[in-house]
């Protein structure tokens, strides 16, 4: 089945920096690449996602991006805030199996005023 | 708008005994499925369900049954509870297809 590593698990910035969090997968066939925010106390919340025919997506302050050749994807946070401070999720799916996601160790972030 | 709705929100399990966290959605999703969040290692998928009647076994089953009756329920049973149980569990639900998971807010259970 599918393996999904995401690296680091912990990460400290200053407030305005930028963060980076890294996910590698093992399936080929995987085709949807989705990154899940979850604030204390709640569920994870989707807050991008990628399929495998685009290589870079952008939201406002984040972005992600895909290189299907290394089968790694990467979610980019700019002008970092207090309230980015959560635990990120990557996830990868093939859509064999209805929309079965297999997601990452997480990553805790903690932005620094 | 509810969503995704689980109960209870936190429950205390001696060893041996069973239970069953509720969960229900009322955006009409095919996919439904419950995850488990341990420390360190993400959300593991336990069970998951792609319509009524049918349902399948995730990554970590063992321990577990589900049911899927209806569009909108979707429960998770603890047979014999042990302490390899105590996590946080989620429901969670989407179109059939790929597309945004939504997520309850969990279920915290302590198995002593």
């Known amino acids: ?113 | 708008n509810a969503g995704v709705t689980q109960t209870p929100k936190f429950q205390v399990l001696k060893t041996g005994q069973s239970m069953t966290l509720q969960c229900a959605q009322d955006m009409n999703h095919e996919y439904m499925s419950w995850y488990r969040q341990d420390p360190g290692m993400g959300l593991r998928l336990i069970h998951y369900s792609v319509g009524a009647g049918i349902t399948d076994q995730g990554e970590v089953p063992n321990g577990y049954n589900v049911s899927r009756s209806t569009t909108e329920d979707f429960p998770l049973r603890l047979l014999s509870a042990a302490p390899s149980q105590t996590s946080v569990y989620f429901c969670a639900s989407s179109r059939l297809q790929t597309g945004e998971l939504f997520f309850g807010e969990g279920s915290r259970l302590t198995v002593l």
């Open chain 1, 1 to 113: 089945g599918e393996n999904v590593e995401q690296h680091p698990s912990t990460l400290s910035v200053q407030e305005g920096d930028s963060a980076v969090i890294k996910c590698t997968y093992s399936d080929s066939a995987s085709n949807y690449f989705p990154w899940y925010k979850q604030e204390l106390g709640k569920g994870p919340q989707l807050i991008i996602d990628i399929r495998s025919n685009v290589g870079e997506k952008k939201d406002q302050r984040i972005a992600v991006t895909l290189n299907k050749t290394a089968k790694h994807f990467s979610l980019h946070i700019t002008e970092t805030q207090p309230e980015d401070s959560a635990v990120y999720f990557c996830a990868a799916s093939n859509g064999a199996a209805g929309n079965k996601l297999t997601f990452g160790g997480g990553t805790r972030v903690l932005v620094k005023p």
